[in-house]
């Protein structure tokens, strides 16, 4: 056990390390690491005198809030699994997670649906309301020591991969978050002082992975419920925030809520968008920043597996591989595929997940070969960097060709008019599948189209270009990408020959 | 096996990522990434095909090359111990080595020590020479696959810590390493490119550290034999070398040998040393560089324990940990003392070594604790930073008074005259112990033994200052350290009490 490191022996260390430095921003709520530290230990004891054992799960019902990251490091003090559940779910999806993992714990924020699901929880969990009840359960347990928990427990459960309708949890190990923010430290180049503002849901991998890597170097975590703009603008100036999680319409969003200059918002490392929102911040020339931001992920690899930064110039749009993993882009036969083929993505290594929970089955299946299948196809370039070609399961198939959604995707993004696109298969008689784009266009955009499948032609092979165009407002997502399902349901896709 | 990432793996991936990238560059060796792959696949089935088994130790005598680097990646792949020995040692020392690890095999380069060696060696060991024999071994081997090996496996032997007059073997696994890496890829920013001069010891993990990391980051890494002034000027320029091994009077010497600004030395990210160097080369800003370089290590956590960079303004000068380690600071009862005492520095964690070869005894007493015991006594400061006092066992003895010698040698390295020093408890009839200084002064210096009695005065309790001063030309060192073996030996030291 001396060279295991589980999350609750980061913060043990950091309040030893960091007695002066704020760990937690929430509100009015300040908390230095050692009271981090203290109302950890007192919320593990107190789970524990709940029934809370090894291996149990407790499970957050709420928007964000610095008692995510308490619940998590209490649970990692413990040896237990904590989920922050995605508060937007219907109560039939919540429901679902809350039967799915049989938590012994739930922590709950009042609404429609959480307060529904709690008058009819009978069944052995303890229901915590956040706010006040949670506080005096923080209060009610005694500093105490906690035996030692390997760091190769899971530790955090995050839903995703929906294969079969139904969403599977994705534990993560403490070893495998501590390799990931390890990562993330190397290729965001975050340092001592780092302050991340957690205005993304902490429910997904993309604002999770960045406020554990905060604790990692023992930087501040500040929480903000959800995303609003003038928010974050005054918490950016407040806090001296570093980074926040924004993309896209997001940093339009608040560069427009500080159109006027009222915030300073210069101690933002963030990378560069637009001339406005450059001269609001600082732009950021860690490899994270200095191309494109991002890489490829996926929650089951603890976040990012591939990182642009590291392929700066490179041919694969993905980039290179965590330097804490490996990668290799595998045949249907397990063997590795040349270069230039398209396979799927498998990875092996420091930061990969445990497993789904209680998914025996498909959790053979997908390390079936001792690499973790991704499900998702790729391509290694000649220059070693990766391209990320699109699921599996949703490779169209028209007459003997493969066409995959994400490169049409690509191309059809590329038009000036097109705000946003997806890709699905819909039945065809005479080539099994036919490609039909589904395309959300820029406000005043007048783009037709004949104009679409024209723009696609002359980028990508024939055969792949769009036989049927539907435009809709927004395409449906789930975190960052396409809801593949919904589309299919709303323009009669499927008979995927993958799925 | 989904989680384990050895060094041979990380070689593996970026054959894969990294086709064109040059890993290795030796005098007129240039290897790329898929090169140095397949050298050493070839060289571990050649050494595979002469006994070497999981477990088993390869030695190598001889001085920096980029077969040390392809022997510890052929060790990696095969489950084999590699060792790099201190060619520069005697004989004598040498066959301690040899007979403490008894090796499968031994790569040696010819000189009187290691050419009386082999001819004496008997036994098991299979002896290759480097050059010539060593090229036909790597060309014997077929590339193959071999079987997985687990990332906690020992595979890298450094010798260190003659607690008892003879050195020991500290075990590293691959996931240290790596682990340390990662913490060196942190701090000292290292990004894609990175081209490390290998122009200090390989058999220190001073070096080592840094060859590693380079390899982890997918960077360049460049060997000379030994440290040469004028070549390493030329590497600098010839390779685009981002860092070297270098300090104190080595800058100097390349900042003189360079003094005509002959070669271009630009490419160097490196700390700011003087005027004429800063000139030369690019100042880094990154944290490893940013404050006074460096922090507290031993080869037994890996390389560095403790980091100044994470530590800036902080008041301990051995700064904060590794993000990847927990550090404590424990009384001899093994409870933790409270900030401001001194105690020993203990550690666990992610970069900690698997114990010395063959010494169970020693093992089970450095790890009593469940913490490795570094022996090194430390304290917290208030601002949780922490502060190197000295090796346990020299700690002095003198009346009531404990006297920690790193404290001494510190201020009488503050007195301008002062070109190094080393401090010693010697016997003494009436207070047990008294403190000798050992003492080299800068050219043509004039300082007595009474000004710098009376320097230290000024700065510590008076029962600090040393009783006696002996000047001397050169501190004998053991890697950083002064050799305090040797100044007992040659200034009448001994009897302490910690001993």
């Known amino acids: 056990m001396i060279h295991s490191l589980s999350l609750s022996d980061v913060l043990a260390d950091h309040a030893r390390s960091r007695p002066q430095v704020t760990a937690v921003v929430d509100g009015d709520v300040r908390l230095t690491y050692p009271e981090l530290d203290a109302r950890v230990t007192r919320l593990a004891d107190a789970l524990a005198r709940h029934g809370v054992s090894v291996g149990d799960r407790v499970v957050w019902?709420?928007?964000?809030?610095?008692?995510?990251?308490?619940?998590?490091?209490?649970?990692?003090?413990?040896g237990a699994i904590f989920c922050p559940a995605n508060w937007r779910q219907s109560e039939d999806e919540l429901r679902f997670i809350v039967t799915d993992l049989s938590p012994a714990a739930v922590v709950w924020?009042?609404?429609?649906?959480?307060?529904?699901?709690?008058?009819?929880?009978?069944?052995?969990?303890?229901?915590?309301?956040?706010?006040?009840?949670?506080?005096?359960?923080?209060a009610s347990?005694?500093?105490?020591?906690?035996?030692?928990?390997?760091?190769?427990?899971?530790t955090l459960?995050?839903?995703?991969?929906?294969?079969?309708?139904?969403?599977?949890?994705?534990?993560?190990?403490?070893?495998?978050?501590i390799a990931h923010s390890a990562s993330l430290l190397v290729v965001r180049q975050m340092e001592p002082g780092?302050?991340?503002?957690?205005?993304?849901?902490?429910?997904?991998v993309g604002t999770m992975m960045f406020c554990l890597a905060t604790l990692q170097i023992g930087g501040t975590n500040v929480f903000t419920p959800a995303f609003d703009p003038e928010e974050v603008c005054r918490l950016i100036d407040a806090e001296r925030v570093t980074q926040a999680f924004l993309f896209g319409q997001m940093i339009d969003a608040v560069a427009k809520a500080?159109?006027?200059?009222?915030?300073?918002?210069?101690?933002?490392?963030?990378?560069?968008?637009?001339?406005?929102?450059?001269?609001?911040?600082?732009?950021?020339?860690?490899?994270?920043?200095?191309?494109?931001?991002?890489?490829?992920?996926?929650?089951?690899?603890?976040?990012?597996?591939?990182?642009?930064?590291l392929a700066e110039g490179g041919a694969g749009f993905a980039g290179r591989p965590n330097p804490l993993v490996q990668v290799r882009i595998l045949a249907p036969d397990g063997t590795e595929v040349p270069a230039g083929e398209v396979g799927e993505i498998c990875a092996r290594g420091k930061t990969l997940f445990s497993g789904y929970f209680a998914r025996p089955d498909l959790n053979a299946e997908k390390s079936r070969t001792g690499w973790h299948h991704t499900g998702d196809l790729g391509r290694r370039e000649p220059d070693g960097t990766i391209t990320f070609i699109g699921p599996k399961l949703r490779m169209i198939k028209s007459g003997a060709e493969n066409i995959y959604p994400a490169e049409v995707e690509r191309a059809l993004k590329s038009h000036p008019s097109v705000a946003d696109a997806a890709v699905i298969g819909v039945p065809d008689p005479d080539w099994h599948q036919a490609v039909k784009a589904v395309v959300a266009l820029k406000p005043d955009a007048t783009t037709t189209a004949d104009d679409l499948v024209e723009h696609v032609r002359t980028l990508l092979a024939s055969y792949k270009k769009p036989r049927h165009v539907?435009?809709?407002?927004?395409?449906?997502?789930?975190?960052?990408?396409?809801?593949y399902d919904a589309l299919d349901a709303a323009h009669g896709g499927g008979n995927y020959p993958g799925a």
Not at 61 to 78: F, K, P, Y
């Open 61 to 78: 019902l709420g928007q964000n809030s610095h008692a995510v990251l308490e619940l998590l490091l209490a649970c990692s003090r413990l």
């Open 109 to 138: 924020e009042p609404s429609d649906t959480t307060t529904s699901l709690q008058a009819q929880s009978a069944g052995t969990a303890v229901w915590v309301q956040a706010g006040e009840d949670y506080e005096q359960l923080v």
């Open 194 to 204: 780092f302050t991340f503002l957690n205005n993304g849901p902490l429910f997904h």
């Open 157 to 177: 459960a995050l839903y995703t991969a929906a294969f079969e309708g139904r969403p599977n949890a994705a534990l993560l190990s403490s070893s495998a978050l």
């Open 258 to 309: 500080n159109a006027g200059g009222k915030y300073d918002l210069s101690s933002l490392s963030f990378v560069s968008h637009s001339a406005e929102w450059d001269d609001m911040i600082t732009v950021d020339d860690s490899p994270w920043c200095r191309s494109k931001m991002g890489g490829y992920g996926q929650t089951e690899v603890g976040g990012m597996l591939t990182f642009l930064g």
């Open 141 to 154: 347990g005694p500093i105490r020591e906690f035996p030692q928990v390997a760091d190769t427990e899971p």
């Open 470 to 483: 539907a435009f809709t407002d927004a395409i449906p997502k789930r975190g960052f990408t396409p809801d």
